[in-house]
């Protein structure tokens, strides 16, 4: 991309590098709180680093100072330094980004206009990457697809499911034909839907090839093969596909851009183009070094902001706690990413739009064949990664422990596989913080480890057990701890929001509980969790250095959906390991001679009782609830009532649409002109109308007639 075009862009002297540019052309002079802002950003690796570096080394030397480690034994001390120094870490790194992000603003990208649409020169195709399992599997990836395009729909943007086959010891199976069928069927039913010149829908599937390293045939490189390969596909190159899927690639014509989610995940209501309109704006065009062979400036990836949905955040006491709040917030969807604020670029999480031809100039030869599991964090360091908040994606979060602690282990074991990217000339292309990021991932996933490590020799040591006790689960809770602190700051601390003080009270209260209740269960599931990491670390490192094999197993989160057991026994089958664990400390504890102490007969009854408390908080709620005629009676009346009021308010004298506001005071202004309308006040005002004709409260021709007239006022609109 040519850099020349960033540098005659307007915005490039607004919201850019320029911005010092146009400073000095008109004679400002920045602010000492700006300068001091522009003074960290510039140098911001060293204040983050150092920062980290320098709450770390102070927490733990305050930790061995009061912890009574010092009269430990050498061989004592040393797992004991370890632990503290990764316990610390997590406390330094969450500190870190709690003061950075007050400190700094949220970097907002720009976007193009395309209120004419997208274009022909932009068009984008939605991915779907999945695996043919059956006939319910087919049917939810063809709803799912189909609500992405209701919500997302322009001419030149097309959805696509691209499949494989599972793992076999054949490359083809009897079954193989009728799963291709399920999926053809629904794609044409609906293009018959949807009709349009090209075809909107379109299903993509590989072949099965004999892969060495896994001894079985299956689709190459999975996930990453099936997007590098459709890459290929579109730009006329050889690949897996099976032949036809040439000719279906080639209908589509020149494609600019892939969207690329999960089958258990949706786009907001115009997210695509919003995405579209962001990464082709000038100022994010990706520029790419020739010689390292990444992108220095700009973006290859946009990624949108992740979001839960309403009923996978309140399935269960489990969804609720750990899965923080589901939903986008309405009138604030400004979020802070520190990555992105701080240093120009995000982490990719996998999903989000990319240019097709930047990652494969970029990709090309990066990852060795049946290496890596995790690929999502290498592609955003070599293609760069940008956060837009005005697009969303809807996922689910799991409903239960076990499916989010077998989640956890595929995630683990995908960051460890990729640890070579740090030592060896694999990365020699990074930056020092994109280095960071993935060290990160792996001292992260040691901290069950640390933390329970730490506990265990505080309790059978002459080490000051309540301290440690406490460092680790300041540690464990860091994670949960800050961002409630900054939830409750954001409530209480902002008096432009006009909210009662009892309201900013319980706001306090209520974050900083579910803070201290995740902080008990994590200090609960400790042991269960230092065994998932340790297996996931361990089995990672000896596929990877010793047998090279199974490095590219996979768990869908379909598959791990499907698996999450239910039952008590399910949980304690599960977790059955540390409980003999548990219960071997209880045997110590209790025959050592000693007196015992209450916080070793706490810590270790609480890891025999895990699977009962991780099956109580997994419990799903009811879904069904069944009203009383009393219940019914009165949500008919806030019908009638709400029917009435929209009614009432849509007159002739407003042109039949709802004012954004009743002035009631003074009556001389009651029906002025000049109240304005707003887009959520009109979508609730033909909410109403029709769930009126649905209830029976207004006729057919009341009905028509309220809606012809609405539209026909908006079509007037400016």
């Known amino acids: 991309e040519d850099t020349s075009k960033i540098y005659q862009h307007v915005g490039y002297f607004l919201i850019d590098e320029g911005v010092k540019v146009l400073e000095r052309a008109v004679g400002y002079h920045p602010t000492v709180l700006e300068r001091f802002r522009r003074f960290v950003l510039k140098n911001a690796a060293g204040f983050y680093f150092g920062l980290i570096f320098f709450i770390t080394l102070f ?17 004592a001390i040393v797992p004991m330094l370890i632990a503290g120094l990764i316990l610390s870490s997590e ?42 399992r059956n006939k319910d599997s087919a049917d939810s990836l063809l709803r799912r697809l189909e609500i992405n395009f209701v919500a997302n729909n322009d001419p030149d943007i097309f959805y696509a499911l691209l499949m494989d086959f599972g793992d076999a010891s054949k490359a083809e199976m009897p079954d193989d034909e009728l799963r291709v069928h399920e999926v053809v069927e629904g794609i044409n039913k609906l293009n018959e839907r949807y009709p349009s010149a090209i075809p909107r829908f379109s299903l993509f599937y590989r072949k099965r090839l004999w892969n060495t390293a896994e001894g079985i045939f299956m689709g190459w490189e999975r996930k990453r093969g099936k997007l590098r390969e459709f890459n290929q596909l579109l730009r006329g190159k050889p690949t897996s596909y099976i032949t036809d899927d040439v000719e279906l690639a080639a209908r589509l014509g020149y494609v600019r851009y892939i969207i690329t989610i999960d089958e258990d995940t949706e786009l907001t209501g115009d997210s695509a183009v919003t995405l579209i309109r962001t990464i082709e704006h000038p100022l994010n065009r990706p520029v790419i070094d020739p010689v390292r062979r990444i992108v220095v400036r700009g973006y290859g990836i946009i990624e949108p902001h992740l979001a839960l949905r309403f009923h996978s955040g309140a399935v269960s006491f489990f969804a609720r706690l750990f899965g923080n709040f589901p939903g986008i917030e309405a009138y604030s969807s400004l ?10 670029e995000s982490i990719f999480h996998g999903k989000g739009i990319y240019d097709i031809d930047t990652i494969e100039k970029t990709m090309e030869g990066r990852i060795p064949e049946n290496t890596v599991l995790s690929h999502d964090l290498l592609e955003g360091l070599y293609a760069r990664v940008g956060v837009t908040n005005e697009a969303h994606i809807f996922e689910r979060f799991p409903a239960n422990f076990c499916e989010y602690m077998k989640r956890m282990h595929r995630w683990i074991r995908g960051d460890w596989q990729i640890i070579e990217w740090i030592f060896s000339n694999r990365g020699s292309v990074f930056s020092a913080m994109g280095k960071w990021k993935i060290a990160d991932n792996l001292r992260r996933s040691l901290l069950p480890v640390a933390a329970f490590v730490a506990v265990v020799f505080a309790l059978f040591s002459p080490a000051n057990t309540y301290i440690w006790s406490i460092a680790a689960l300041c540690a464990l809770s860091a994670g949960q701890l800050v961002p409630a602190l900054m939830r409750a700051m954001a409530v209480t601390m902002t008096f432009r929001r006009k909210v009662t003080f009892l309201y900013r009270i319980e706001t306090i209260i209520f974050e900083f509980a579910a803070a201290l209740m995740k902080t008990f269960l994590l200090g609960i599931f400790v042991l269960h969790s230092t065994i998932i990491t340790l297996d996931a670390v ?8 010793v047998s090279k094999r199974k490095l590219l197993e996979w768990q869908t989160a379909y598959e791990a959906v499907s698996y999450a057991g239910g039952g008590t026994m399910s949980f304690i089958g599960f977790m059955w390991r540390s409980v003999a664990i548990a219960l071997i400390f209880v045997y110590i504890s209790f025959n050592s001679g000693t007196a015992i102490d209450e916080l070793v007969v706490a810590w270790t009854f609480s890891w025999v009782f895990a699977p009962f408390i991780a099956l109580f908080i997994s419990y799903q709620f009811a879904r069904d609830y069944k009203f009383s005629k009393r219940d019914k009676h009165y949500l008919r009346q806030i019908a009638v009532r709400t029917y009435w009021f929209f009614v009432d308010m849509a007159t002739k004298e407003h042109h039949w649409l709802i004012p954004d506001h009743f002035q009631e005071e003074p009556v001389s202004k009651r029906y002025s002109y000049g109240l304005g309308v707003s887009p959520t006040n009109l979508g609730m005002y033909l909410l109403s109308l029709s769930a009126a004709c649905t209830l029976g409260l207004s006729t057919i021709t ?14 007037r609109m400016d």
Do not use: C, Y
């Open 335 to 344: 979020i802070s990413d520190l990555h992105q604020d701080f240093f120009g």
């Open 538 to 545: 361990i089995r990672s490192m000896w596929r990877l250095f």
């Open 91 to 132: 406390i330094a790194v969450s500190i870190t980004h709690f003061v950075f992000t007050r400190l700094t603003l949220p970097r907002l990208l720009p976007m193009l206009d395309l209120a004419k649409g997208v274009g022909p020169s932009r068009r984008t195709v939605v991915v779907v990457p999945s695996l043919f």
């Open 59 to 75: 927490s733990t030397l305050l930790l061995f100072a009061f912890g009574g480690s010092v009269e430990m034994s050498f061989f």
């Open 702 to 715: 009341a009905f028509s007639k309220r809606i012809t007239n609405a539209f026909k006022s908006m079509e």
